[in-house]
């Protein structure tokens, strides 16, 4: 509702039939957005369009590329883009709506934003999930460092569940701890 269809849905058209090929999504979105819109007193959202022929093999080979082949930006890359949209005088609200998620997800990229450069780094290449890093966030630049090299030894993709057992590990005694039997 705030920005319209921003990309075009493909479509093919046999006689007075048009049929969506790619943009299912898009043209549901559209349908409940006017109903609201119209609702409001408002123009309605127009869709755009892309006509193609071709076999239905050709159009289901349009379906596979346009949903398998999009590669979404990181999560340092979209927290970036996040900060740079509210210090053009957005609020974290109207970015929300932008990048279609909440205002808590704004924040939490936020935070990452907040992290020293080579644990950006490992949120991007993935030796990281983005959640063990937001944790991170909490602690000193220098602790954050050392926690993330401490759990990396061990090998693998860092994730919030591994951080915890690295930690524990770390301010264990040297007692052996008891496990319940079950």
């Given at each position: 509702m705030a920005h319209g269809i921003i990309e075009p849905v493909v479509?093919?058209?046999?006689?007075?039939?048009?049929?969506?090929?790619?943009?299912?999504?898009?043209?549901?979105?559209?349908?409940?957005?006017?109903?609201?819109?119209?609702?409001?007193?408002?123009?309605?959202?127009?869709?755009?369009?892309?006509?193609?022929?071709g076999s239905d093999a050709d159009l289901f080979g349009v379906i596979i590329s346009e949903n398998e082949i999009r590669r979404a930006d990181s999560p340092v890359a979209r927290a970036q883009k996040a900060q740079k949209y509210i210090n053009m005088g957005r609020t974290e609200e109207e970015a929300a709506i932008a990048f279609g998620v909440t205002v808590v997800t704004i924040r939490n990229w936020q935070r990452l934003l907040s992290l020293s450069e080579p644990i950006r780094d490992a949120v991007d290449e993935g030796s990281i999930t983005a959640t063990a890093a937001m944790q991170l966030s909490e602690l000193p630049e220098g602790e954050q460092e050392t926690r993330l090299r401490a759990a990396m030894e061990a090998g693998g993709k860092l994730t919030v569940e591994r951080m915890k057992r690295a930690a524990r590990s770390a301010t264990s005694s040297a007692r052996p701890r008891v496990r319940s039997l079950k």
């Open positions: 479509v093919m058209v046999t006689g007075d039939v048009i049929e969506v090929i790619a943009g299912r999504q898009r043209v549901k979105a559209a349908l409940v957005a006017n109903r609201l819109l119209e609702a409001e007193g408002k123009q309605p959202i127009r869709v755009p369009c892309i006509t193609r022929k």
